[in-house]
């Protein structure tokens, strides 16, 4: 017999979200609660399968052949689970400037921020994928002892495997982009929706499995199994796989600049469809599967997940929906409790470099990871990232199944926040 967690309704009592099916104060069995009979549907074998089917592309990075394949390849999955509405985001990369861009060659005025220049996420090159000694980072704190460098390997011929190096041999071009997204429609809050996360492109002449192929998969696995004839929920859920995440976030960007005025507006009016519904919360899944610890003494990570692994919960303790963000965040953890079956999660207050960024001063928004983005990825505990090392053969399934949870987790919170039922 399972006990709904107080802290979960609380939490959500806070939010003002407080799902039907969170209502109820009695005890609920676990054949009467759908939520474990949704999380049940998710298996290691399953997210195994999804996240291997994207490895067939290499690291599908942006403005590349492999990349639109890819796309397509996603696309094509989201239907045949049952998300059959698919849609697509077009944009260009690079960007336009603003009109009042001062125009090329003229230098910065004093205090200035700068613009990066197009594929700046591509820029920094580091062969090999060790860990060293103390290096230069982006964010961590020493308290950990030991800091290792990071940055993007470009170096074609740093990745030994001749299969892998053949696949992402083609370089970027700058030009049209696109986005694939399909939605679970409520059915009687249509007009209400959050947004579930991931970014399909990566780098570093290898397969972008942790980066961003874990998220990616925890996504289409929630599209699939949200999408399932007999599960409905009140409101509305769209599954989102980012493109351009690695040179500035510019697929999400895009979406909120196209579509954040579009929300809550029927089309056409009273036919009860809402192209773009109010938007409640957003959630991102960014590199789900390696949590091996701090580099250690000889300036070299784990090969074994840590016993202390877990799912971070990240939010944007400067953002303007600061507080509603770190609700939605708590929310998220007491799911995990109630939910996970094998690693917890964590709250921590430092969302960056991630695709919920342009979301968070418009709507609460959180971001899943597997290590604290500033405080442990730019400290060099993840020394995959953007390296040859991120591919198949790095990962156990003691890597996978951390992925796995973090997909519980964000299918319990959603099932709860959206009303999810199971018909009869």
Not at 5 to 17: C, F, N, T
Not at 106 to 114: D, F, H, I, W
Not at 129 to 145: C, E
Not at 326 to 339: P, R, V
Request: with cysteine; charged share 25%; proline share 8%.
């Amino acid at each position: 017999m399972r006990t709904r967690s107080y802290a979960l309704a609380a939490v959500a009592l806070s939010l003002g979200i407080l799902a039907p099916a969170l209502q109820a104060q009695e005890p609920v069995g676990e054949a009467e609660d759908p939520v474990a009979t949704l999380v049940a549907r998710l298996t290691l074998d399953d997210y195994k399968t999804t996240l291997k089917g994207l490895t067939q592309f290499g690291d599908r990075r942006q403005g590349t052949q492999r990349n639109r394949d890819a796309v397509d390849w996603i696309e094509a999955q989201l239907q045949a689970f049952g998300c059959t509405n698919t849609e697509r985001v077009f944009y260009t990369y690079p960007p336009p400037p603003p009109p009042d861009a001062a125009p090329r060659g003229t230098p910065p005025r004093r205090g200035a921020r700068q613009r990066p220049p197009p594929n700046a996420g591509d820029l920094t090159t580091q062969t090999g994928g060790r860990v060293g000694r103390r290096g230069p980072g982006s964010g961590g704190s020493t308290i950990f002892g030991y800091r290792g460098p990071t940055g993007v390997n470009r170096d074609l011929m740093a990745q030994p495997d001749e299969r892998i190096r053949e696949l992402n041999r083609e370089e970027p071009v700058d030009g049209d982009r696109s986005q694939v997204y399909c939605t679970k429609v409520g059915t009687t809050r249509p007009d209400e929706m959050y947004i579930i996360g991931a970014h399909m492109d990566g780098h570093g002449v290898n397969e972008a499995v942790n980066d961003d192929g874990s998220g990616t998969a925890l996504v289409m696995e929630l599209a699939r199994i949200f999408s399932a004839p007999d599960v409905q929920t009140e409101r509305s859920i769209r599954f989102v796989l980012w493109n351009n995440e690695e040179t500035g976030l510019n697929g999400a960007r895009a979406y909120v600049a196209q579509r954040q005025a579009l929300q809550g507006i029927e089309d056409p009016p009273g036919s009860g469809q809402y192209p773009e519904p109010r938007w409640l919360g957003m959630v991102q899944h960014d590199m789900m599967l390696w949590d091996h610890g701090a580099p250690g003494a000889d300036g070299l990570v784990s090969r074994d997940q840590r016993p202390e692994a877990d799912v971070n919960i990240e939010f944007q303790s400067n953002s303007e929906r600061a507080d509603d963000s770190m609700k939605l965040a708590f929310f998220f953890k007491a799911a995990n409790e109630d939910y996970a079956t094998d690693y917890p999660a964590a709250v921590g207050p430092h969302m960056t470099n991630t695709d919920s960024t342009p979301f968070m001063d418009i709507v609460p928004a959180i971001s899943l990871r597997e290590n604290e983005r500033g405080a442990q990825v730019g400290a060099g505990w993840d020394p995959n990232w953007h390296q040859p090392t991120d591919v198949w053969t790095t990962y156990t399934d003691d890597d996978f199944r951390l992925g796995l949870n973090a997909a519980q987790t964000t299918l319990a919170a959603i099932a709860q926040l959206t009303g999810a039922r199971l018909d009869n």
